[in-house]
């Protein structure tokens, strides 16, 4: 019996269809090649050879999509399935690794570490989170997902020689096996109820999502069912950092590198989305009892993200709670999608409008000269505008997008959520979520109000003051360019959405 | 009479485009920066009132210069639609005469990092000229936000007391209202099944299927606070004069003159038009609220000792008036709001200004600490006995805010007769403090105070620069004075053309 499902596996390999995946894993493997084969005084070019690399695969998946010739349909005996927003969040994925890549080679550069394993682990997990989002079955989703994580520990803990580094590491080491556990401990229950033969519509594959799907509309109400659903959920709620699974958010971005921090809040959270909307699409079944509970974690999340964000000072915590108020935003759209069908759509918008604003205040942060991130408060972002007019810009229309202020793709983010939350009737939703908004516009204005506005600071005139921080002393050409992408996006993207719209083929 | 509906879209543009070359010219020189931001604020007013010559108030569908792009939000019905009507066009042509005015004054001022200031007012301009001219509610909504952030920038960086805290203040309270009517407009969206965030295919939706009572009645109400948040409704002000008070004068004046008739603007040509029962059922909260704007910030207008704050509260007092011409549902009293708009923004626009030019002289704000003015600045004190005359609403001088006052007048005894008395109490508090702050400016004996600034610094009369902003407004709010035909008549087809005013008659 078994051979058969392996035959049948095999006859739909085709590896063409996960060419971006496989060559990033070739990249990856290289850039360690590289390190043995080029004398120590080339190794910098490592990191531009892992970004123009990726940059390559980047315009490979573009042109697939735009050609309209990507691969539809499932592969690998049903383990993955392909369509237009897998498409996207591969494009995601690897764009939110450019940004990362470039950050880490800024950070790294005159760091007593290993400079090319980052690069390396990093390629990996881009690697896993484009198969998360492509994944159809559950040993897929966990083997993918698996792999990311291990990589985040590592990444998370990177700067070896920082106690808060390692105790970050450490938290998430905690924090993301117990969640795993818990995904893992709902994917064996609804295996369990799967492959009941007692029940109608039970299969023996039941962690495929086709199977599992035809299993949960013929059993709405399996209570062993349901406990597996509400287990899975609570898994991918840690990824995302929705309300009661955030607590390690704040500890963990401020002690981590800040390119995994960039990596954390950007990529992971685009992942749990993903998993999110495919298994959200899988469990509509049992969506009597499953979208109570995400409008319940939406309320939480926006309310607890804003609230706490409001007395934060340090900018990295304070960047990890309001991350986790977008995830209640984007929860929002997850639920509207249930009754809304362009609802997904909005919710593709707003990561990509959060991707790229995140790309801009992050790059901000690790061009500010600061030896140690971790301790980063208001306080050093103090007349960044007359230091650097240049970074000042960038984290301006960085912050107003995360903020949702027109004219910037964060607001048209918020707006087609708030519309689709409007067209599905969730009215209680859409009141905590504009609440939400106005409490915001307290802390990020906090923000821009140290960078931009003369704020008076006490001088000591006996005291030698330390040596400021330079902002903007690492900053080169390339990036510049990059920065400069990032904001421009964002702006482009406030006025103008045709171009990200006809690819979500809204 | 779409030929020129290029001219609507450049009005939007030159200003953005102006405002990103400022930036760019800097390096040149104060004159380059200068000419450039002027240029960008001129060539905006040569096609406004070029626009308002050219308009035809017959036009077809009542929309002029009509142009539509889409800009990739089709998906929820959204597209670039731009054009005027007969309510549009006035605050068009007044959003480009303040801009003209505020940019003139600016640009000759000291300001620290002009071409930075100069950037920000440009965006404000682009902004406010959107506005006016959007016919899809979604632009309409992004316009505004777009001339409202550089206000608290404009607030925080170059603001005078208490800036940071002020433009805190602004910044929640606006942005509170903002979401408010955000919200409201997505429900008349949602609601009316039309899939377009278009005014004209809205208007013609609804006008067939008009939307349910409670559907009518929670919409209006939360585009009624809403927009009453961003024009200071009473309780809902108190941003407004401490705003005003640390804005810098050019912000204040395209603020309090232009963009605050946001609100209005969308009450009149959104609110009422989709929702005309939700204004029925709102009628006692507008009026008992516009009554508290009227009388209760009047009297604290009186209360006032600082001249800055006086006129930020005489604002927020007079937008009571239109609030309650809003309420009588009827041509008189929401023509009678639009052009105390007009009126209203040309005002205070001048009475900021010319604040400013005091503050300079008198190197204060207090009331108290000033005194016998006209003598060394007689121009400066003419200028500011005629802009308070029109605030007050005096028909003497032939201004416009008359017309205003009166049409009002006539709208509230058929609304409530009583109103008419609690709108007299008003006119009688605006004269007792603007007539005592005309006196302890500019009459009297000089203080001691005033004694020590002129010793710091020579008192002049005004000088070219600070006239000719000064003359621009004045000659357009005598010119709406001598001829308010060339602002009522379009005014008064277009809202004779909306069905919900003969509506309103029959029921009455």
Redesign the interface.
């Known amino acids: 019996m078994p051979t058969e499902i392996y035959q049948k596996i095999a006859e739909t390999n085709t590896w063409g269809a996960i060419a971006p995946e496989l060559a990033l894993a070739i990249l990856a493997l290289s850039l360690l090649v590289l390190e043995i084969v080029l004398p120590k005084v080339a190794h910098g070019v490592i990191p531009r050879v892992a970004i123009l690399g990726q940059l390559g695969i980047l315009a490979y998946v573009f042109t697939t999509t735009c050609a309209g010739t990507c691969v539809t349909g499932e592969a690998f005996g049903g383990m993955l399935s392909f369509d237009n927003t897998g498409q996207l969040f591969r494009m995601f994925f690897l764009v939110t690794s450019v940004f990362v890549s470039y950050l880490g080679m800024v950070s790294l550069e005159n760091k007593t570490l290993p400079q090319v394993e980052y690069f390396h682990i990093l390629l990996v997990i881009t690697a896993a989170l484009m198969l998360l989002a492509q994944a159809s079955h559950f040993v897929m989703l966990f083997v993918a997902l698996e792999t990311a994580t291990v990589g985040f520990y590592i990444l998370v803990s990177y700067f070896r020689n920082q106690v808060v580094s390692l105790e970050a590491g450490l938290k998430y080491l905690i924090m993301g096996a117990l969640s795993s556990t818990i995904l893992l401990f709902g994917i064996v229950l609804l295996y369990g109820a799967g492959s009941n033969p007692a029940l109608a519509g039970s299969s023996l594959d039941p962690l495929n999502f086709g199977n599992l799907g035809v299993f949960l509309s013929a059993n709405s109400s399996d209570s062993l069912a349901l406990i597996g659903m509400l287990l899975v959920i609570s898994g991918v709620a840690f990824k995302i950092g929705a309300f009661p699974f955030q607590i390690w958010i704040p500890d963990v971005y401020q002690g981590a590198p800040t390119p995994t921090t960039a990596l954390l809040a950007v990529a992971s959270k685009g992942a749990g989305f993903a998993m999110l909307m495919r298994l959200a699409d899988l469990f509509s079944p049992l969506g009597e009892w499953m979208y109570p509970l995400l409008s319940t974690l939406a309320v939480l999340t926006i309310l607890f993200g804003n609230l706490a964000a409001l007395t934060q000072r340090n900018l990295k915590r304070l960047l990890g709670l309001s991350g986790v108020s977008h995830a209640g935003f984007l929860l929002i759209g997850v639920v509207a999608a249930r009754s809304v069908e362009w609802a997904s759509t909005a919710v593709m918008f707003y990561l990509f409008a959060y991707l790229l604003a995140s790309a801009a205040v992050f790059a901000v942060m690790v061009h500010l000269g600061k030896d140690d991130d971790s301790d980063l408060t208001l306080d050093d972002l103090g007349d960044l505008a007359h230091k650097n007019g240049f970074l000042g810009m960038a984290l301006a229309v960085g912050i107003g997008s995360l903020a949702g202020i027109p004219p910037l793709a964060g607001f048209i983010g918020k707006l087609l959520i708030f519309v689709a939350a409007f067209e599905a009737e969730l009215y209680g939703l859409l009141a905590v979520a504009v609440i939400g908004v106005v409490v915001s516009i307290y802390y990020y204005f906090g923000i821009l109000k140290s960078a931009f506005f003369e704020v008076w600071r006490f001088q000591d005139d006996d005291e030698e003051t330390p040596e400021e921080p330079v902002p903007g002393a690492s900053l080169r050409f390339f990036g510049k360019v990059a920065i400069v992408l990032a904001v421009a996006g964002t702006i482009v993207l406030g006025f103008y959405q045709n171009p990200l719209s006809s690819l979500l083929g809204g | 009479m779409n030929d020129f509906a290029s001219l609507v879209q450049f009005s939007i543009v030159v200003p953005l485009a102006a405002a990103f070359l400022t930036l760019f010219v800097r390096n040149w020189g104060r004159p380059a920066v200068q000419i450039v931001s002027v240029t960008g604020f001129a060539l905006p007013l040569l096609f406004a009132l070029f626009l308002w010559g050219l308009y035809d108030p017959s036009t077809p569908g009542g929309y002029a210069f009509v142009s539509q792009v889409?800009?990739?939000?089709?998906?929820?019905g959204v597209s670039l639609h731009l054009g005027l009507n007969g309510v549009s066009l006035p605050l068009f042509v007044m959003a480009s005469v303040v801009g003209m005015a505020a940019g003139l004054y600016a640009a000759q001022s000291k300001a620290e990092g002009l071409h930075k200031y100069l950037f920000c007012l440009l965006i404000m301009q682009a902004g406010l000229m959107g506005v006016f001219a959007s016919i899809d509610l979604?632009f309409f909504?992004?316009f505004h936000?777009?001339a409202l952030?550089p206000t608290?920038?404009m607030v925080?960086?170059w603001g005078g007391r208490d800036?940071?805290y002020a433009?805190?203040k602004m910044?929640?309270y606006l942005?509170?209202g903002a979401?408010?009517s955000?919200?409201g407009l997505?429900?008349i969206?949602?609601k009316s099944g039309a899939e377009s965030f278009d005014l004209i295919a809205l208007k013609a939706h609804l006008s067939a299927a008009p939307l349910a009572e409670s559907v009518q009645h929670y919409a209006f109400g939360l585009l009624l606070f809403g927009f009453g948040i961003l024009v200071s409704l009473w309780p809902l002000h108190t941003w407004a004069p401490l705003g005003y008070g640390a804005a810098p004068s050019s912000a204040a004046m395209l603020h309090s003159g232009v963009l605050k008739k946001f609100g209005l603007y969308g009450l009149v040509q959104v609110a009422v038009p989709l929702l005309p029962e939700g204004v029925g059922q709102w009628e006692n909260w507008i009026i008992w609220l516009a009554l508290g704007n009227i009388l209760i910030v009047g009297l604290i207008a009186m209360a006032q000792r600082d001249l800055k704050q006086l006129i930020g509260y005489s604002s927020v007092m007079h937008m009571g008036y239109a609030f309650i011409g809003i309420a009588a549902m009827s041509v008189l009293g929401v023509g009678g709001a639009v052009l105390m708009m007009v009126a209203h923004g040309l005002t205070v626009a001048l009475l900021f200004m010319l604040s400013t030019m005091i503050h300079h002289r008198t190197q204060t704000f207090e009331l108290d600490e000033m005194g016998g003015l006209a003598r060394k600045a007689p121009v400066l004190a003419a200028f500011f006995v005629c802009a308070m005359m029109a605030s007050i609403g005096l028909p003497g001088p032939g201004l416009a805010n008359f017309w205003a006052e009166i049409s009002m007048f006539m709208a509230s005894l058929e609304l409530r007769s009583w109103l008419v008395y609690a709108i007299v109490a008003g006119i009688v508090i605006s004269a007792i403090y603007g007539l005592r702050a005309i006196a302890r400016v500019f009459f009297g004996e000089e203080t001691d105070e005033f004694k020590e600034a002129q010793k710091e610094v020579a008192v002049v009369d005004m000088n070219w620069a600070e006239r000719v902003p000064a003359l621009i407004l004045i000659v357009v709010l005598f010119f709406i004075g001598f001829f308010p035909k060339t602002v009522t008549k379009p005014l008064n087809d277009a809202l004779n053309s909306e069905p919900v005013y003969a509506q309103a008659e029959d029921t009455k």
Not at chain 2, 70 to 76: A, K, M, N, V, W
């Open positions: 889409d800009t990739g939000l089709s998906i929820i979604f909504y992004f936000e777009l952030i608290f920038v925080g960086i800036r940071n433009a805190m910044t929640i942005t509170l979401m408010l955000l919200v997505i429900a969206y949602v």
